[in-house]
């Protein structure tokens, strides 16, 4: 089993549709939680950087965690077809130095 | 303020051969990871380095070794290129946190195909 599961997409949806991307994970260490934004050929951008579980939002970008279930989220409002990319999910936890990451989603945003 | 900047941006070597990698971090950060993300997946750790100390290594061979210099910037090699070796490198630079607190953000990676 991996450590972060990732439903791969592709998602595609109409511009200013809410959109919700989801991660699980297995290793109850992990206490840090972030998500990643990525363009075609460039690195990851760092969108969102949380800690243990609750909600934690950022124009239209709201990150949650629920640590009881080993489940986070990203929810996107009003998407933007600039948004289009793929969206990593990652996570640490306080004695690890590596960052594990899911495979990423693929978001399409259509004008 | 200039990001974390990773030479060359794209490289194409033939198995057997060798190759280096180089990262300059964040002005002000110690740390520096490096990361092999193959198309479609998702990041996988290679090594972090720390004040030229390596702090952590990834499930990776012996063919890949990397080292950290006094003004913080990084070097991965790869010995021995092998098909599976092709794929985008990335490196992230993070603060002196430490630990699971440290905030890693990436180059642009440098795209690595091997023939």
């Known amino acids: 089993q991996k450590e972060v599961e990732q439903d791969p997409g592709p998602l595609s949806v109409p511009e200013g549709a809410i959109v919700s991307l989801n991660c699980t994970y297995s290793?109850?260490?992990?206490?840090?939680f972030m998500w990643y934004r990525q363009y075609s050929r460039k690195g990851p951008e760092l969108l969102m950087y949380?800690?243990?579980?609750g909600n934690k939002e950022d124009g239209r970008f709201t990150a949650q965690v629920d640590k009881s279930s080993k489940y986070i989220s990203l929810f996107i409002r009003d998407s933007q077809p600039s948004d289009s990319a793929t969206y990593l999910c990652a996570m640490s936890g306080n004695t690890g130095n590596q960052f594990y990451f899911g495979t990423g989603t693929s978001l399409t945003v259509i004008p | 303020d200039a990001g974390v900047t990773q030479s060359p941006t794209h490289l194409i070597k033939t198995r057997g051969q060798q190759v280096t990698l180089r990262c300059s971090p964040i002005s002000g950060h110690k740390s520096v990871s490096w990361y092999q993300q193959v198309l479609g997946q998702g990041p996988q750790f290679i090594f972090q380095?720390?004040?030229?100390?390596?702090?952590g290594r990834g499930n990776f061979p012996d063919r890949f070794s990397a080292r950290q210099f006094p003004n913080y910037s990084s070097e991965l090699n790869v010995n021995a290129l092998l098909l599976g070796d092709s794929a985008l490198y990335l490196c992230a630079s993070s603060s002196p946190a430490g630990g699971g607190r440290d905030i890693q953000y990436f180059g642009a990676g440098t795209r690595l195909s091997v023939l």
């Open positions: 380095y720390y004040e030229k100390e390596e702090r």
């Open positions: 949380t800690y243990s579980s």
């Open positions: 290793n109850s260490a992990f206490q840090y």
